[in-house]
């Protein structure tokens, strides 16, 4: 799919986070939420995502996470309302997870950590023909958050974790289709946070309208072992090293605010 180049692949390793490499933007990503500090807009819209599970083409053990792609060539899956004023198309969805069920997420809530955080990714199709190109503007990408927190089993996602040992190993492709991202999505869309961010991988850039879910998933613990089974490593490296702990620092907000749909 359209977003689905390699070539950002040699960035992609947990190292990549030093101080070296890291831009000094003004509105970098993720950062903890203050709850209080957040500021009602009552002219947030209602998110209205439109998805067809006849997208769903892949997914991608990129050495980073794994990512389930999306047919990104026509308006068929897109996102719009919400603080959005165009139509945004979903290329892929994937997730940032722990070691441990103590930490994991990117955002945090009050300095409440997650065990796990979901990212679904969307670019504006009103005004970009493609996700390289929307990548680098302003108002290009956007992001919905959603929190994992253990509790029991999700039915939707054990389609996907089923298929997970099959992309064990960086690089390692297989077909995935019909999957519904709205699945993953929680009961009450209608309460988010939403602030001016960026990428939390290179390129880090200044692109994305996140879109936080103030509502978590649950996941059985089991299921988040079945993430930590992934490798960041490809079948040919002698030492082995589990997927785990694949987040960005948090960033300064650096005098941004951050809107809520609720009160
Ligand atoms: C961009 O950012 C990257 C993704 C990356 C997310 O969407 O895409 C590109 O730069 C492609 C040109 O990386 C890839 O798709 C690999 C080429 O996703 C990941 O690396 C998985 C974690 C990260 O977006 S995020 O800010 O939502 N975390
Ligand atoms: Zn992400």
Known sequence: TACSSKYVLSALHPM?????VAPGGNRQSPIDIRVRKSVFDPHLKPLTPDYDPGTCSQIWNNGY???????????????KGGPLEDNFRLCQFHFHWGESNAWGSEHTVDRRLFP?????VHWNSNKYSRFEEAV???????VIGVF????KRHEGLQKLVDALPAVRH?????????????????????????YAGSLTTPPLTEAVTWII?????????????????????SAEE????????????????????VRSSFT
């Open 170 to 194: 960086k690089d390692s492709v297989v077909e995935f289709t019909r999957f519904d991202p709205a699945c993953l999505l929680p009961a009450n869309i209608d309460d988010y946070w939403t």
């Open 238 to 257: 002698e030492v082995q090293k589990s997927m785990v702990n694949n987040f960005r620092v948090q960033q300064p907000l650096r005098g941004r605010t």
């Open 148 to 151: 994992l927190k253990i509790g």
């Open 213 to 233: 879910m103030k509502q978590h998933i649950e996941v059985s613990h089991d299921q988040l072992a079945v993430f930590r089974s992934l490798l960041f490593t």
């Open 116 to 120: 796990a955080e979901l990212h679904m």
């Open 65 to 79: 996470s794994f990512l389930v792609e999306y047919d990104d060539t026509t308006d068929k899956s897109i996102l």
């Open 136 to 142: 680098m503007e302003e108002n290009g990408l956007a």
């Open 16 to 20: 990549w986070q030093g101080p070296l």
